[in-house]
């Protein structure tokens, strides 16, 4: 089966107008997604999308559609049969590896995740069961280990892989009565205290007890607000506190100390994303407090992962749908934190971004960590009923185990044809604030 | 003055034929540029390159259009005001941010480095002379400190800044005469023997006495050209290895061991661009060997820098001129590389990264070090004369002072017809090996 025909889609949802996903630095952004479609000769279908914030979506959409001229042509089956290689073929391509990480590993994800999608579609599973029932040997030989044999040989991977199978069919169907345990986003920066209120009301119906609160502000706001959000979620729930990078090094530390009577159980992302030994000292501090590290939205490479794990780093593994180079740079490092006890808690929301770690977070409780101790998973309401065919589905508090074929990324078509951009509907007289501008 | 227009041109220059810059990662590079002019009202025009190895050069290129949206229309004067300030206007931008590094920061270098070869026009000096008469205070105000604090305080660099102050115009006085040593690239992985030969004795004529060497073929090969090298090169000549990251960190040991008899001077990029704590474990154990660790070409942002210096992982500071975020980035990394006493050793080759780096040096050496003690400078003879209408000078061994203005980046118009890429003469018969497309 030949991959014959491609398109990629700009889309962008003016999400500025209300301020939800607004941080400390992405104080403005415009939710936005790469769709790339990869079709066979026999009308299959291979999605995948790639998240944003809004302008730069067309950088990533121009560099995806140049590369897909190395798929085009060829066979589904190549990528099937030896889908390590495949992906080393494009991160090891001879000139296009001189791009670096950063986007550069966002556009090769945008790849080989459609293509993942085709396989699991060819297989008539969704892509976590693919995952699921992917023999041992074979997880192992789709991961570039150049950069992480020092921290996980590829035998040992291959053994823990391996004691998981004789419960990996009790696990499955576990996790079938209760999927992967949520937690949500509700205080925005750019949200007022009312609207904080509601989306905690919204989140709580849907049996979530475990809430994210941006912070970043100074130290007396961030403060206030916590007060104001410990106290409508009650004493039992878990807090999670999310900085997005705003802070240096002793900063975050000082900061940090002035919030530990509101018990976060985690901070995230307390400074730069690559700040390995930032990272480790901010770690030092708090531990002693009881508040964990988390990140990797923004984690460029697995190699910066196995730094943040084999060190000890973070408490919280945060895997992303679309930062990495897709499926095979996800799976390696989900087996790194298995390898070091570190809990898999992926990065949601966005677009599509929810409807993706569902998969993974299935994979890793399933058959990979093989348990649901320490995990939960990032979930947010919106962008989810009027973009895709099978939305995200909760149930106490829990995902609902999807069950469409592949990623489950199928989007409604009036949404795709109403928000490309610029030529869609919702972007008419609005052109010019959805692209590079600056905030007045 | 107004900036009114701007160009961005993808050049390309079909280097593979003759595999000069193939190392074992970038087997058929193709040098490239995306040459960004910037044009004032008045006519002058602010050039910048952007460095690759050929597909996706286009990728840049398509992304500093869109970003130039930012500058149009804006006042230099706006800029030469408070270019710390403007520099983080884009660092910063509110959804670009999303990017990351990698791409994200070469291609608002691209911008960058425009401006300030304008602000050196308007002042009438090479680059170089205005860095090192900008007041210090200056300096400190172009950075984005955000990350650095923990590692080098603005204070303490304001002060060794200010402490340089009366040496510099001896130290300016001492570089005209003879400017910072260059080192040269001969072993590429790709050229035969005798092309090496060749290689060496042209090099040899501009008085260069330091080599370079690509490693990371197999132990025996790699042992096999290095005496062959070490022999040509005579005993007293430093000699410098390359491995263009293709290693794991236990592999980078254990090869590295069965090199040391032929006393590299240093081992530049062992493994991955970002692996801080794998450069620690390899630096431990070549140190006791007397073998140093270098790297930088590809270092992401200056977050990685900081972590290499502040926890003296590296002994050679490779600055590269286009994969920071351009001047405002690279002044950062030279002041904490004086902090911490680690050489600045900037990375060349290319299209016009010798040309740029040429400045730093010379103010690193003359105003921020202070030193020419341990600093060499990549230099090679390619891409020069053909290119640049003022081509990068050698006199016994060592840069001459560049005194065109700016970064003296002006090019051949011919040679910018012909090489632009798909429409330039080079180019017709033979776009399709230019762009996307893997290896036979």
């Known amino acids: 089966m030949l991959i014959k025909e491609f398109a990629v889609i700009d889309l962008r949802v003016p999400t500025s107008d209300s301020l939800l996903g607004s941080d400390p630095f992405h104080r403005k952004p415009n939710y936005s997604a790469v769709l790339t479609r990869l079709h066979l000769e026999n009308n ?21 559609k140049d590369l897909t001229q190395l798929v085009i042509g060829r066979s589904l089956g190549e990528f099937i ?83 998981n199978l004789g419960s990996k069919a009790g696990r499955e ?80 530390i000082s900061h940090m100390l002035q919030l530990i009577e509101f018990r976060p159980h985690w901070i995230e992302e307390p400074t730069a994303r690559d700040d390995v030994f930032g990272y480790q000292q901010i770690g030092a501090v708090l531990r002693g407090h009881g508040v964990g590290l988390a990140c990797g939205e923004q ?29 095979n740079d996800v799976m390696a490092v989900i087996l790194l934190a298995a390898k070091y006890h570190v809990p898999v808690c992926p990065h949601g929301g966005g677009i599509g971004l929810c409807n993706m770690i569902q998969h993974y977070a299935i994979w890793d ?10 995990q939960v998973v990032e979930y947010l309401n919106f962008l989810q009923e009027d973009v895709f065919l099978e939305p995200v589905r909760m149930h106490r508090g829990s995902y609902v185990l999807p069950s469409q074929l592949g990623w489950g990324l199928e989007m409604k078509e009036d949404f795709v044809r109403e928000h490309a951009y610029p030529a869609g509907k919702v972007w008419q007289g609005r052109e010019s604030s959805g692209g590079v501008t600056f905030l007045a």
């Open 44 to 64: 299959l279908t291979g999605i995948s999308v790639n998240f944003t914030i809004g302008a730069g979506n067309d950088w990533i959409a121009y560099a995806v």
């Open 81 to 163: 049969e030896d889908p390590g290689g495949f992906h080393k073929m494009l991160l090891d391509h001879h000139q296009l590896r001189w791009m670096g990480d950063g986007m550069g590993r966002m556009i090769i994800g945008s790849i080989i995740n459609a293509l993942w999608d085709l396989w699991a579609k060819v297989e008539d599973k969704p892509l976590w069961k693919l995952l699921v029932d992917l023999p041992p040997q074979t997880v192992i030989d789709c991961i570039d280990w150049r950069y992480l044999r020092d921290a996980l040989d590829p035998a040992e991977a291959l053994e823990f892989l391996q004691q």
């Open 173 to 252: 169907k576990q996790l079938h009565q209760r999927g992967p345990k949520a937690y949500s986003t509700a205080g925005w920066l750019g949200l007022s205290d009312a609207e904080i209120i509601q989306t905690i009301e919204q989140v709580k119906l849907q049996g979530l007890d475990c809430f994210k609160m941006k912070v970043g502000l100074n130290v007396q706001q961030d403060r206030e607000r916590l007060a104001f959000i410990r106290s409508a979620i009650g004493e039992d729930s878990l807090l999670m506190l999310d900085a997005n990078q705003i802070w240096g090094v002793k900063e975050a």
């Open 299 to 327: 984690v460029p490479s697995p190699v910066i992962f196995k730094q943040l794990l084999q060190q000890g780093v973070i408490q919280f593994c945060q895997i992303d749908a679309t930062r990495l180079s897709g499926v």
């Open 365 to 374: 409780q399933i058959a990979v960590s093989g348990n649901s101790d320490g």
